[in-house]
């Protein structure tokens, strides 16, 4: 844990000083994390590998697309690595930043709070993967058909707001499940809250939607719901995830 709080200590002044793309942040915050975790103790990296395309990539082209589609948020094209975009909205980066998002996350977890050596993949898996499947086609359908039936005011909010679902469902099915998966927190919030302020600060991201409220922080504006939903919830929400479609719910 020493180890990662460095790491995050390291990762602003360098992503600051030399004002480094989005993405290539998450090599900092993300990705060298997650390489000294899996290289320490690399048990369960199928199960890890798994879950991460599943949530980081599955979970997070839909509701990036979608966020982005309705301006939850954006980046100008000067700040992508690769100028490609899925159907003109996506950004290639943006596929590759989730992945590594949801990489962090669930390496940490399989490493400080699970202690069973399994690479064993729950039989939810599939029936989730093929809803993903027609989730996103029914979608790609509307937005080449009728966009305007994906188009939503305060997407920001209405769109993550489902994500509390899966640990509403952990809190009444699996409640001493949930007590171990929020013992992630507390490390994410200051992580997820370090790569946000910067990010702002070199104006990285910029929210042109509508929202809820906005918060302030040194000087820094950006949306309530980036720090409800985000900062905040979003670690545990991903290892709710993970234990209902890809772990053992234990």
């Given at each position: 844990?020493?180890v990662?709080v460095?790491?995050?200590?390291?990762?602003?002044?360098?992503?600051?000083?030399?004002k480094v793309?989005?993405l290539?942040s998450?090599?900092?915050?993300?990705i060298?994390?997650s390489?000294?975790l899996?290289?320490r103790?690399p048990?369960?990296?199928?199960?890890?590998l798994?879950?991460?395309f599943?949530?980081?990539t599955?979970?997070g082209?839909?509701?990036?697309?979608?966020?982005?589609?309705?301006?939850?948020?954006?980046?100008?094209?000067?700040?992508l690595v690769?100028?490609?975009?899925?159907?003109s909205?996506?950004?290639i980066?943006?596929?590759?930043?989730?992945?590594?998002?949801?990489?962090?996350?669930?390496s940490?977890?399989e490493h400080?709070?699970?202690?069973e050596?399994?690479?064993?993949?729950s039989h939810?898996f599939k029936?989730?993967?093929?809803?993903s499947?027609v989730?996103?086609?029914?979608?790609?359908?509307?937005?080449?058909?009728?966009p305007?039936?994906?188009?939503?005011?305060y997407?920001?909010f209405?769109?993550?707001?489902?994500?509390?679902?899966?640990?509403?469902?952990?809190f009444?099915?699996?409640?001493?499940l949930?007590k171990?998966i929020?013992?992630v927190?507390?490390?994410f919030i200051c992580?997820?809250?370090a790569?946000?302020?910067?990010?702002v600060?070199?104006?990285?991201?910029y929210?042109?939607g509508?929202?809820i409220?906005n918060?302030?922080l040194?000087?820094?504006?950006?949306p309530?719901e980036e720090?409800?939903?985000?900062?905040i919830?979003?670690?545990t929400v991903?290892?709710?995830?993970?234990e209902?479609f890809?772990?053992?719910?234990?």
């Amino acid at each position: 844990m020493v180890v990662l709080v460095v790491i995050i200590l390291i990762s602003v002044p360098v992503v600051l000083v030399f004002k480094v793309r989005p993405l290539i942040s998450s090599i900092y915050f993300f990705i060298i994390p997650s390489l000294y975790l899996l290289i320490r103790k690399p048990r369960n990296i199928k199960r890890v590998l798994v879950g991460t395309f599943l949530i980081g990539t599955v979970f997070g082209f839909i509701y990036d697309f979608l966020n982005i589609y309705n301006h939850s948020w954006t980046e100008s094209v000067q700040q992508l690595v690769f100028k490609y975009k899925f159907f003109s909205i996506l950004p290639i980066d943006h596929i590759i930043w989730f992945f590594f998002w949801a990489l962090i996350i669930i390496s940490f977890y399989e490493h400080f709070l699970e202690r069973e050596n399994s690479s064993k993949i729950s039989h939810n898996f599939k029936y989730i993967l093929i809803f993903s499947a027609v989730f996103i086609g029914v979608t790609l359908f509307l937005f080449f058909v009728s966009p305007n039936k994906i188009s939503i005011k305060y997407s920001y909010f209405w769109l993550t707001l489902p994500t509390i679902i899966p640990i509403l469902l952990c809190f009444l099915k699996k409640p001493k499940l949930l007590k171990k998966i929020v013992k992630v927190a507390p490390y994410f919030i200051c992580l997820f809250l370090a790569y946000e302020l910067t990010a702002v600060y070199l104006g990285q991201w910029y929210f042109p939607g509508f929202y809820i409220g906005n918060i302030e922080l040194a000087g820094l504006r950006f949306p309530l719901e980036e720090l409800f939903f985000w900062i905040i919830l979003s670690s545990t929400v991903v290892i709710c995830l993970y234990e209902f479609f890809v772990d053992d719910e234990k």
